[in-house]
């Protein structure tokens, strides 16, 4: 019996071995691909400024907000417009055809500060119209409008007022 269980014992390892070495090795090998896509760079071009028009202020704070998705300015407060020259600002994007882009604005506040100094007013909300994210017509062109809201002090010092904020167009 002992020759017998040392006999089993030697049989598995011996087998395992025989199975490990004559077993066929295999390799295989593809060609594979890389690729990539060139864009050209998207274009943002300014076509009209954003413009709170002409004011005149009250004895109590007011405030002027242009609509974002028709324009349309309203006063409220002591605040008063005069004239017509209020309007969104209006930008124009050209890129590839049907390119799907994400227009994005500097966050209020912005301030509009006196030209010569000595007085500023603060734009507190800044919009778009329609969604961040738009599509770019068949020939590669979309136009959006920025508004805003400006808040005008009680008694603003008169002047010209002037300020600046970023309109970013990135891929999507």
């Given at each position: 019996m002992k020759s017998n269980c040392f006999e089993r014992r030697m049989a598995l390892p011996a087998v395992a071995f025989l199975l490990l070495t004559t077993?066929?090795?295999y390799a295989a090998s593809v060609d594979s691909n890389a690729e990539t896509e060139i864009l050209q760079p998207l274009t943002l071009t300014q076509i009209s400024v954003l413009d709170f028009g002409s004011i005149v202020p009250g004895n109590?704070?007011?405030r002027i907000n242009i609509r974002r998705n028709d324009g349309t300015c309203v006063a409220q407060g002591g605040a008063m417009l005069v004239g017509t020259n209020c309007q969104r600002g209006e930008f124009l994007i050209t890129g590839p055809s049907r390119q799907r882009v994400r227009v994005t604005t500097a966050p209020a506040p912005i301030t509009l500060s006196r030209l010569g100094g000595g007085a500023s007013m603060t734009m507190d909300r800044v919009r778009i119209n329609g969604r961040a994210n738009k599509r770019l017509n068949a020939a590669g062109e979309r136009t959006f409008y920025v508004s805003g809201r400006l808040l005008v002090?009680?008694?603003?010092?008169?002047?010209?007022?002037?300020?600046?904020?970023?309109?970013?167009?990135?891929?999507?």
């Open positions: 077993a066929p090795a109590v704070a007011g002090g009680a008694n603003q010092a008169e002047g010209v007022y002037d300020g600046t904020f970023d309109v970013t167009v990135d891929y999507r």
